[in-house]
């Protein structure tokens, strides 16, 4: 089976993203049984130069929708990052996937010679092939994983499994 850009971006996003979804949800089921506010786990951070868990959330969200729409002509959503409460996070999330459930194989098309560039490196691109393989997904598992990681430091009981999601198991 040949792997296309839309599965491995778009489709993979969305998977991760509810995956992040149900390990917020065991997170405030944590803070509720352990009494703890559950807004504290939001500025939670594992060092003390590293994005809490708030943030990590945000930029999961905004690397997915900024990868779709830097490789192809889509408007991303846009969010203000004020989010403070699970519920919150949780539409930021479901925002995010709306935008991703709407890409199409097609809008992709030329994606790999898209010059991709940020206002944090002024004179210097990168095409959109390169920038996918070694800044978008990268980026992408980076954030994803730091937020796990943060609820795992605290307690919240976490597990690989948990990270994976749910796989198409098939029958041999």
């Known amino acids: 089976m040949k792997i296309d850009v839309v599965s491995i ?13 149900t390990v917020l949800h065991k997170a405030a089921t944590h803070a509720e049984l352990k009494k703890v506010d559950a807004t504290v786990l939001f500025s ?12 990590q959330i945000q930029i999961t969200c905004d690397t997915a929708k900024f990868c779709i729409s830097r ?13 403070a409460s699970l519920e919150e996070f949780i539409d930021r999330i ?6 991703l ?4 194989a097609e809008d992709f098309a030329g994606y790999e010679s898209r010059e991709i560039t940020f206002y944090w490196n002024p004179g210097s691109k990168l095409s959109g092939d390169i920038y996918l393989q070694q800044y978008a997904l990268p980026n992408f598992y980076f954030h994803l994983t730091t937020a796990y ?6 307690g919240v009981d976490l597990g690989k ?6 796989m198409d198991w098939q029958k041999a």
Request: charged fraction near 25%.
């Open 44 to 55: 939670t951070r594992l060092v003390p130069d590293q994005f809490a868990l708030n943030k």
């Open 161 to 166: 499994a948990d990270f994976l999601g749910a």
């Open 9 to 21: 971006t778009a489709h993979q996003f969305i998977r991760n993203l509810g995956g992040l979804k």
């Open 94 to 99: 479901d925002q995010t996937i709306a935008f």
């Open 71 to 83: 490789l192809t002509d889509l408007t991303p959503p846009s969010f203000d990052d004020s989010e």
């Open 101 to 104: 459930e709407t890409v199409k």
């Open 149 to 154: 990681s943060i609820l795992r430091s605290v």
